[in-house]
Nanobody, 115 residues
């Protein structure tokens, strides 16, 4: 069983920044592939970024150059630094433990980009 708890969401003006955090339970976090996803109202959940155990990253085209995913295995945490935020980034952001093995989701954290 893996528990994921996101934090760091909030209201930010366009062009601003936020840093999301995801705290994970479990003693083998370092071997998990982790991801951030988001779901805007009326839209399907979409991939934002993933990070492998070795730190290789992958990003959705819509966030490349603006968002950065990182991890700290000593703290069992994964982060999403979001810069140059746009209104279209408004969504609930979810942390996910990716396959292999069973997938787990956090409860999500709301990010609202508005003036």
């Amino acid at each position: 069983q893996v528990q994921l708890v996101e934090s760091g969401g909030g209201l930010v003006q366009p062009g601003g920044s936020l840093r999301l955090s995801c705290a994970a339970s479990g003693s083998i976090f370092s071997i998990y592939v982790m991801g951030w996803y988001r779901q805007a109202p009326g839209k399907q959940r979409e991939l934002v970024a993933t990070i492998t155990t070795r730190g290789s990253t992958n990003y959705a085209d819509s966030v490349k150059g603006r968002f950065t995913i990182s991890r700290d295995n000593a703290k069992n945490a994964v982060y999403l630094q979001m810069n140059s935020l746009k209104p279209e980034d408004t969504a609930v952001y979810y942390c996910k433990k990716e396959p292999p093995g069973r997938s787990y989701w956090g409860q999500g954290t709301q990010v609202t980009v508005s003036s």
